[in-house]
């Protein structure tokens, strides 16, 4: 669908949410047929599967399976009906079913077999089996993806992008619609080829690390691709008809690049604005909240840290005025390009014959082009627990090799085993996380360059404030005082005078508030070890035990509470300050 057309890239405003321009993109080439591997089904993954619906006739209404449209995958101990409700999308599942048939050319125009194949916090996604037994995937976006219409229509040319033109291993779209108003099934969706190989999370932990370093390696040659196609502006791609006449494009492929002044193309004097745009962005949906927003920490106990929307404002204000002066060096940091941000090994799928050799990656729903310094990251792939090793060249060799414990020698000849055998899985860990780093340095993908300032005063700057929404003021306050005190070397323009200036007082004001935000974070902590949590938990649980899950909260929140407070109104507010309950309705 959509063949032929022209990709530009196109921008249009600072103000959303996700990022700070539109982008339009499509080639001027023929689709390939796809080049990837047959393969038999995998037990592994069917035994994932969920939903099953196998009828005896083809003649079945698909949309009486009402859990095709809730989300059934674990349930949340708080604020349970906003998040079912921001994951449930109502279509007609009989309209998808014949799309995704024709979409293959079944003959039959039904299928035999349909089920969830997946049910992430963003999208659902079914498998569909024709009478003639071919697989194709269809994917529908729930209400909390993001913005309708342009979701969809971003994510499809971005797999058009990356499979035609940079010939990267991406399922072929087979038929898509970005308007549920224009179409049959009433929702958005995109059907699309089944991705082949299997899961790498079914081989991951079984690699060894030569094997694990080539498949490293891939992974860096795929964002070679990346930095090799640097495009003029910064925003999402969309095929060049699906934006109207106000949107300013830029042309991305054909028979060149335009890169007339009207254009306003990607280059450096750009990068402040881009700058700029985080802080004016998130200042906007700061002043369009009627009260502040619900943490996701323990703030607001009587004496603690409490947010307020005047200290919000009043730091991004101040971030706006240097943030142009805070560009990275590197020139190859600046460039603007497309990257995958979500590379997991849920994402990543791997030839089940040779699992060092990648087939497809998946979900490029949030992929967008943004300055290389704000999209390098090491690979979800390789995260671990505990203490990460350092940048550089130059790192010790204990930063790699985890240390015994100082009681090492009183253990028993069991328990000593034990640590070390722990140990030297972490080392393994380790030492795959830097060989990322090293790799990327090696092919010259300038993620080598990008990572480093992402630890200095400025690249910490730019992503505080760019998340002021979430309460991260004090920390974006305590680096713009020493954005002042080494506005030499940060503001790098001869004769400009560094436009902040704090008193003494200022500078105790923000000590005082730090410290106060680091307690409300570190009795944060505390309470989610007792819950055995992460600190990002958003409540969700498997069904089996989300009683027993709902009881230890509430021990955990009296407990809490018998701690913090002495007298009855101060259990009020502490109970206002608990961030495990259900968000008031305004």
Known sequence: MHIGSRHVLAFSGY??????????????????????????????????????VSPDVLTVDWNTYESFFHY??????FNEA????????????????????????????????????????????????TVEGKEVIAKVPQPNAGRPYFTTASEVATMDYVRNVLDLPVPRVLAWSADASQNAVGAEYIIME?????????????????????????????EKSFTSSAFPAVGSLYYAHQLDAQTTTFPVTGQGMNTSASMRSWAMPRLPDYLEAIGTRELACVQNLTKVPTPAAIFGGPGWYRPTMARKISVLEDYIKVARYLCPKEPTSTAAVLWHEDLHSGNIFVDPDNPTEITSIIDWQCSHVAPLF?????????????TKVPLGLSILKSAITPQLPDNFKKLSVDQQKEVKQENSKLK??????????MLSGVHETGVYDALPYQQTVEGQLIVSAGTTINHTEPITSKLLLRVMDDWEEVGRCEGVSCPLSYSECDRD?????????????????????????HSDWDGSVNHDVFTAVKERVDQ??????????????ERLLWNEAWPFKDEEVS
């Open 15 to 52: 103000l959303c949410k996700q990022e700070f321009y539109h982008a339009s993109l499509k080639p001027l080439i023929t689709k390939r047929t796809s080049s990837f591997k047959s393969q038999s089904p995998n037990p592994i993954r069917k035994a994932k599967r969920q939903e099953r």
């Open 72 to 77: 059934t995958r674990n349930r949340f101990i």
């Open 82 to 129: 906003k998040e079912l409700a921001d994951r449930r999308v109502q279509f007609d599942m009989n309209a998808l079913v014949r799309i995704a048939a024709a979409s293959i050319g079944s003959r039959s125009g039904t299928c035999r077999h349909v089920e969830k194949h997946g049910e992430g916090q963003f999208n659902k996604v079914f498998l569909v089996i």
């Open 194 to 222: 089944k991705a082949a190989g299997v899961e790498l999370g079914n081989f991951w932990e079984k690699l060894d690390y030569k094997e694990k370093r080539a498949l490293i390696e891939d992974i860096v040659r795929m």
């Open 374 to 386: 704000r999209q390098a990251r090491t690979p979800k792939l390789l995260a671990f627990e505990g």
């Open 428 to 437: 393994q860990l380790r030492i795959a996380y830097k060989s990322y780093e």
């Open 509 to 533: 004001t923000f000590a005082a508030e730090f410290e106060k935000w680091c307690e409300c974070l570190a009795l944060f902590d505390e309470v989610c070890e007792g819950l055995e949590v």
């Open 556 to 569: 955990v929140r009296d407990e809490f509470l018998n701690q913090m407070a002495q007298w009855s109104e």
